[in-house]
């Protein structure tokens, strides 16, 4: 049975073996052509060469009859012979008078015998010389009859000479032989030649066939078409090779070829001249299209040993980050706050319990009411009031940790967060909020270890986040250990820490972080008492 692999094979062979058929077709074919078009044209060359070579003896025979017509009849035959000697391309020379006797032959038994065959009428045919096909003694054979006139113009005779056909048939023969012999021999030179081109084109193509490469092809386009990011492929030169459907559909390209060349064009300038030039990977180059789209740009060169071949960028779709870390960070928050409910609620199992225990059975379900009512009303107000569900899971987290760290939540009254408000991504919210969140509870459990005699009651953190068109607003209020006023212009600088070594970078990450999303962050704080810290957006 044939193997996937064989059938693999096989199909890959395919372009490889039609290449080399055709290309032996073409020459076999025109080899034969052009020798069978030159064994021709030399044919009928020698076919007139061979006309020629009789009219040329015939008329040199006339000329040395005319010089030896008188010699003794011995002398004139030994003349003739030797003649007739030194003209090997020529078969038969016969002369024969007006009486048609055999003047001379070279066959000379036949010398004074009667000339039997068909005589050209000359004077009827108004010209010296005619060459005919005609059989005789010999065979088949071709003849040239030359006139011979005397002095005063009068008839006395003609001039046979004559060809064989054998002859002819042998040169032909030869002739065929020949070009047969250079068709044979050019056609394995060509394939010889086919041959060594073959294996200079494989080397070319990196010991790889050329249906490889197409198979490679192939595979790769549905490689880049299948995949979510844009790519966009140059040459040296900065020719676009290649261009997936998902980087024109980035690049507002994907409809208008025109369009498509000269967004390209202006892309490539700008992202991949630098890494064609320094032969260095970018990544992360942050981009904004002109529909809006937000863009992670990697640059990546193409290198051929040391030189660069070209260069490849990769588009990323900002957004579909931003909502993969959305999930990523609701998900997280989430977990958290599961983990602190989880804790929590253990505490107040304890309680619980020991109620049921000492038999106050009244104010173990008054407590399982209260709590009960606590946590619903909580989770309700954030889920109503906050649209955004990784900044309403952060929220619910915080609340449950600040449960376990025994801090009052406190959630400002007409707290209200649309999304559609305010253009920011969601990490971005979360992490502000977050570290303003984790810095107030553990300014109220400084607070706690440096006074122990600070009541539960007076451990409240109070949030507030509020949006309207363009505007955001979010405040964080402890009520924990204060700034001190010595140190309220070092609390954004990095590495700054009343908490110790290894400390000091929320505060400092976080005001960079709102910095350069366009807002703003301040704070009031009264040492002993408590600190505020609010935060503002505007956007046009």
């Given at each position: 049975?044939?193997?996937?692999?064989?059938?693999?094979?096989?199909?890959?062979?395919?372009?490889?073996?039609?290449?080399?058929?055709?290309?032996?077709?073409?020459?076999?074919?025109?080899?034969?052509?052009?020798?069978?078009?030159?064994?021709?044209?030399?044919?009928?060359?020698?076919?007139?060469?061979?006309?020629?070579?009789?009219?040329?003896?015939?008329?040199?025979?006339?000329?040395?009859?005319?010089?030896?017509?008188?010699?003794?009849e011995?002398?004139?035959?030994?003349?003739f012979?030797?003649?007739?000697?030194?003209?090997?391309?020529?078969?038969?020379?016969?002369?024969?008078?007006?009486?048609?006797?055999?003047l001379?032959?070279?066959?000379?038994?036949?010398?004074g015998?009667?000339?039997?065959?068909?005589?050209?009428?000359?004077?009827?045919?108004?010209?010296?010389?005619?060459?005919v096909?005609?059989?005789?003694?010999?065979?088949?054979?071709?003849?040239?009859?030359?006139?011979l006139?005397?002095?005063a113009?009068?008839?006395?005779?003609?001039?046979?000479?004559?060809?064989?056909?054998?002859?002819?048939?042998?040169?032909?023969?030869?002739?065929?032989?020949?070009?047969?012999?250079?068709?044979?021999?050019?056609?394995?030179i060509?394939?010889?030649?086919?041959g060594?081109?073959?294996?200079?084109?494989?080397?070319?193509?990196?010991?790889?066939?050329?249906?490889?490469?197409?198979?490679?092809?192939?595979?790769?386009?549905?490689?880049?078409?299948?995949?979510?990011?844009?790519?966009?492929?140059?040459?040296?030169?900065?020719?676009?090779?290649?261009?997936?459907?998902?980087?024109?559909?980035?690049?507002?390209?994907?409809?208008?070829e025109?369009?498509?060349?000269?967004?390209?064009?202006?892309?490539?300038?700008?992202?991949?001249?630098?890494?064609?030039?320094?032969?260095?990977?970018?990544?992360?180059?942050?981009?904004?299209?002109?529909?809006?789209?937000?863009?992670?740009?990697?640059?990546?060169?193409?290198?051929?040993?040391?030189?660069?071949?070209?260069?490849?960028?990769?588009?990323?779709d900002?957004?579909?980050?931003?909502?993969?870390?959305?999930?990523?960070?609701?998900?997280?928050?989430?977990?958290?706050?599961?983990?602190?409910?989880?804790?929590?609620?253990?505490?107040?199992?304890?309680?619980?319990?020991?109620?049921?225990?000492?038999?106050?059975?009244?104010?173990?379900?008054?407590?399982?009411?209260?709590?009960?009512?606590?946590?619903?009303?909580?989770?309700?107000?954030?889920?109503?009031?906050?649209?955004?569900?990784?900044?309403?899971?952060?929220?619910?987290?915080?609340?449950?940790?600040?449960?376990?760290?025994?801090?009052?939540?406190?959630?400002?009254?007409?707290?209200?967060?649309?999304?559609?408000?305010?253009?920011?991504?969601?990490?971005?919210?979360?992490?502000?909020?977050?570290?303003?969140?984790?810095?107030?509870?553990?300014?109220?459990?400084?607070?706690?270890?440096?006074?122990?005699?600070?009541?539960?009651?007076?451990?409240?953190l109070?949030?507030?986040?509020?949006?309207?068109?363009?505007?955001?607003?979010?405040?964080?209020?402890?009520?924990?250990?204060?700034?001190?006023?010595?140190?309220?212009?070092?609390?954004f600088?990095?590495?700054?820490?009343?908490?110790?070594?290894?400390?000091?970078?929320?505060?400092?990450?976080?005001?960079?972080?709102?910095?350069?999303?366009?807002?703003?962050?301040?704070?009031?704080?009264?040492?002993?008492?408590?600190?505020?810290?609010?935060?503002?957006?505007?956007?046009?």
């Amino acid at each position: 049975m044939k193997t996937l692999k064989d059938s693999k094979k096989g199909s890959l062979n395919t372009i490889r073996k039609e290449i080399q058929r055709t290309h032996l077709f073409l020459i076999v074919v025109i080899t034969i052509l052009l020798s069978v078009g030159g064994a021709y044209i030399n044919i009928n060359a020698n076919a007139q060469a061979v006309d020629q070579n009789l009219l040329n003896t015939a008329d040199l025979i006339s000329r040395l009859y005319s010089f030896t017509k008188n010699l003794p009849e011995d002398e004139f035959r030994t003349y003739f012979n030797s003649v007739c000697d030194e003209l090997p391309n020529v078969d038969v020379i016969s002369i024969v008078d007006s009486a048609n006797i055999r003047l001379y032959h070279t066959n000379n038994t036949l010398i004074g015998t009667e000339f039997d065959g068909k005589v050209p009428d000359f004077h009827i045919e108004g010209k010296g010389f005619h060459v005919v096909d005609e059989n005789g003694p010999s065979g088949p054979q071709r003849r040239t009859y030359a006139a011979l006139y005397d002095e005063a113009g009068t008839y006395c005779g003609f001039i046979m000479t004559i060809i064989l056909k054998t002859s002819i048939h042998s040169v032909t023969e030869k002739t065929i032989f020949l070009f047969m012999a250079v068709t044979i021999a050019a056609i394995l030179i060509e394939i010889l030649i086919s041959g060594t081109f073959s294996r200079r084109i494989k080397q070319k193509l990196l010991g790889y066939e050329p249906d490889t490469f197409s198979s490679m092809f192939t595979i790769r386009d549905n490689i880049l078409e299948s995949i979510h990011d844009g790519i966009i492929a140059v040459d040296d030169e900065k020719n676009v090779q290649f261009t997936n459907s998902v980087a024109k559909k980035i690049l507002d390209c994907e409809e208008n070829e025109k369009i498509n060349q000269i967004n390209e064009k202006v892309f490539v300038e700008k992202f991949l001249s630098n890494t064609l030039n320094t032969a260095q990977s970018t990544f992360g180059i942050q981009e904004k299209t002109n529909s809006g789209t937000e863009l992670l740009v990697d640059c990546i060169p193409v290198m051929k040993g040391s030189e660069v071949n070209g260069a490849v960028a990769i588009l990323h779709d900002r957004t579909e980050y931003t909502k993969l870390m959305e999930d990523l960070s609701g998900t997280k928050y989430l977990v958290d706050s599961m983990r602190a409910n989880n804790h929590d609620f253990t505490n107040k199992l304890h309680v619980i319990l020991g109620l049921i225990q000492i038999g106050e059975y009244d104010k173990a379900v008054s407590y399982i009411e209260n709590i009960s009512i606590i946590q619903r009303e909580t989770l309700s107000k954030v889920m109503h009031s906050v649209d955004n569900p990784s900044f309403a899971a952060l929220l619910i987290g915080k609340i449950a940790r600040a449960s376990e760290c025994n801090v009052k939540f406190i959630l400002k009254e007409g707290i209200h967060f649309k999304d559609s408000d305010i253009q920011l991504p969601s990490e971005a919210l979360v992490t502000i909020a977050g570290n303003l969140i984790d810095n107030a509870l553990d300014a109220m459990n400084m607070k706690v270890s440096l006074d122990s005699m600070t009541s539960a009651s007076g451990r409240e953190l109070v949030f507030g986040t509020f949006t309207k068109p363009g505007e955001l607003l979010i405040t964080v209020t402890d009520k924990g250990c204060g700034i001190p006023d010595d140190i309220k212009e070092k609390v954004f600088e990095n590495g700054f820490s009343t908490k110790g070594t290894g400390r000091g970078v929320g505060l400092y990450h976080t005001k960079q972080l709102i910095e350069s999303l366009g807002g703003s962050i301040s704070f009031e704080s009264q040492a002993g008492k408590g600190t505020c810290f609010i935060v503002s957006f505007k956007q046009c």
